[in-house]
């Protein structure tokens, strides 16, 4: 565990060599006093609809794993889980699982639902990935480039559901494999019922979700002068998840710096500029959390539950 915490350290200490070393701090902040504070509401603004939207889909996962609940419940549950996963990006999504439980469902069903629910969260970022890259690599138009790979998910449903379910398994930690075992839980046996929850209404749901995501960021850049197309924040946002998935940093803070700086210096743009979006990046994450610590007040997770979930 100790180990864990001084590799994410690494991310903060990066950050801190970057701006020693690598930007200027005045054009920063010079960049910060013209913030257009319309755009960065509007930014604000999106992230309910985002929240909706998984929501949407979260509820269909539950009422095909047996478990009605309605939209505005799965909301809340849905933004106390962006507060958790700021914190620990790997298991954050398992405290709805203490809800679940609380109502009186079992941790496997529960476990099910929500692994399902995160299918295409973990394989859709890949895609939109390697789609930038490719944007990038042949320097295609990048609105053409956009419409295409859209049409092309759109019609490569049933390979990317596939694609989802094997990947599903991969995704569980050890410690939560060997509780299933434990439990004579077995994937193949919930294959066919894990296909069905990923059907194409939820594929699609993840999709919009994403890009009510990158249209968040949109607004963000468009707030700070940057003045991307919709087009290249997604091309930008989709390269940069890829690196800031890895567990070296809190919140992505030092890694998303790296990667922003590197994608900028491919359209020209300047360090100060990436670090600039970045910060934005952060001030919007700790929004959300400030907007989620209000669900979280009113119905806080039953931690409680974590005893039942390891006994039962």
């Avoid at 590799?7 to 005045?26: E, N």
Wanted: with cysteine; net charge positive.
């Amino acid at each position: 565990m100790r180990c864990k915490f001084l590799i994410r350290l690494l991310g903060p200490a990066l950050f801190v060599v970057i701006l020693l070393f690598f930007i200027d701090p005045v054009q920063i902040i010079r960049a910060w006093r013209s913030l257009q504070y319309d755009f960065l509401g509007w930014s604000l603004l999106t992230v309910p609809f985002i929240v909706a939207v998984r929501s949407i889909r979260w509820q269909r996962v539950l009422a095909a794993y047996g478990m009605p609940y309605p939209v505005w419940t799965c909301f809340r549950y849905n933004f106390v889980e962006m507060i958790a996963v700021a914190v620990i990006s790997s298991a954050g999504s398992l405290i709805k699982t203490f809800y679940l439980r609380r109502d009186g469902y079992s941790f496997i069903k529960a476990i099910l639902s929500i692994f399902s629910d995160k299918a295409f969260d973990y394989l859709l970022p890949v895609l939109f990935g390697i789609f930038s890259a490719v944007s990038l690599y042949f320097n295609l138009d990048s609105d053409r480039a956009l419409l295409g790979f859209l049409v092309v998910m759109a019609v490569l449903f049933k390979p990317v559901q596939m694609a989802g379910v094997s990947i599903f398994p991969k995704t569980i930690p050890k410690r939560l494999k060997a509780k299933m075992a434990d439990k004579k839980w077995r994937f193949d046996h919930h294959f066919q019922q894990i296909v069905a929850v990923l059907d194409y209404r939820s594929y699609l749901l993840s999709a919009v979700g994403f890009l009510l995501y990158f249209l968040s960021i949109f607004f963000l850049n468009l707030g700070l002068a940057l003045n991307f197309s919709f087009s290249q924040i997604v091309c930008i946002m989709a390269l940069t998840s890829l690196i800031t998935a890895i567990p070296i940093s809190f919140m992505g803070i030092g890694t998303r710096d790296a990667a922003l700086i590197a994608v900028f210096a491919w359209y020209g743009r300047s360090a100060e500029e990436a670090v600039s979006l970045s910060l934005g990046l952060l001030l919007l994450r700790l929004a959300i959390m400030l907007m989620g610590s209000i669900f979280w007040y009113v119905d806080p997770p039953p931690l409680t539950e974590l005893n039942r979930g390891r006994n039962g």
